[in-house]
């Protein structure tokens, strides 16, 4: 059965990838599916090290400790989603739409780890660990992209002064 879930999962994922993608923030996109990605799995790789939860059943697992549908797959493909719905909100707005894009990725996750062995609680953890985590993350990934676009809205500006700067000297 956990088989069959993980094989519905990952084919869910390929199916929203052309999605998430769109042609006008293609690099943008592409940044935030693999810096969520990478946050995902060095999270995860430290929690599992850790004995915090564990995935008894995986893809891949001679290669693998983590859920790799999970961290490289669909959680950066809602990151993306998340920053292309929350692109032009106020931040009260932001963090609000961060905790109800956690909400149903944790309650999958405590469904899976009650009646699967997908994934297993170990020690401390616990749903509200999980829900915070994945909207924290969600958040830093938000910000890093925020100070990026303004980086760039900076240096384009910077860039279209001086381009008019030396056609006034000519």
Same mark, same amino acid.
């Given at each position: 059965?956990?088989?069959?879930?993980? =094989?519905?999962?990952?084919?869910?994922?390929?199916?929203?990838?052309?999605?998430a993608f769109k042609r006008e923030n293609l690099k943008e996109n592409l940044l935030i599916f693999f810096l969520k990605g990478?946050?995902?799995?060095?999270?995860?790789?430290?929690?599992?090290?850790?004995?915090?939860?564990?995935?008894?059943?995986?893809?891949?697992?001679?290669?693998?400790?983590?859920?790799?549908?999970?961290?490289?797959?669909?959680?950066?493909?809602?990151?993306?989603?998340?920053?292309? #719905?929350?692109?032009?909100?106020?931040?009260?707005?932001?963090?609000?739409?961060?905790?109800?894009?956690?909400?149903?990725?944790?309650?999958?996750?405590?469904?899976?780890? =009650?009646? #699967?062995?997908?994934?297993?609680?170990?020690?401390?953890?616990?749903?509200?660990? #999980?829900?915070?985590?994945?909207? #924290?993350?969600?958040?830093?990934?938000?910000?890093?992209?925020?100070?990026?676009?303004?980086?760039?809205?900076?240096?384009?500006?910077?860039?279209?002064?001086?381009?008019?700067?030396?056609? =006034?000297?000519?």
């Amino acid at each position: 059965m956990e088989k069959k879930i993980l =094989k519905t999962l990952l084919f869910i994922g390929l199916l929203l990838f052309p999605f998430a993608f769109k042609r006008e923030n293609l690099k943008e996109n592409l940044l935030i599916f693999f810096l969520k990605g990478y946050l995902s799995s060095f999270i995860a790789t430290v929690l599992v090290k850790n004995k915090n939860i564990s995935y008894p059943i995986r893809l891949m697992p001679k290669y693998f400790s983590i859920s790799v549908v999970f961290d490289y797959l669909l959680f950066p493909i809602l990151c993306i989603f998340f920053n292309q #719905t929350s692109l032009n909100s106020r931040p009260h707005i932001i963090v609000f739409q961060s905790f109800l894009y956690s909400m149903p990725m944790t309650i999958l996750e405590v469904l899976f780890e =009650k009646y #699967t062995d997908l994934i297993k609680y170990k020690h401390h953890w616990n749903w509200l660990i #999980t829900y915070l985590t994945l909207t #924290t993350t969600l958040l830093v990934v938000r910000v890093f992209i925020s100070f990026l676009r303004k980086l760039s809205l900076e240096g384009a500006q910077n860039k279209s002064q001086n381009n008019t700067v030396n056609l =006034k000297e000519m």
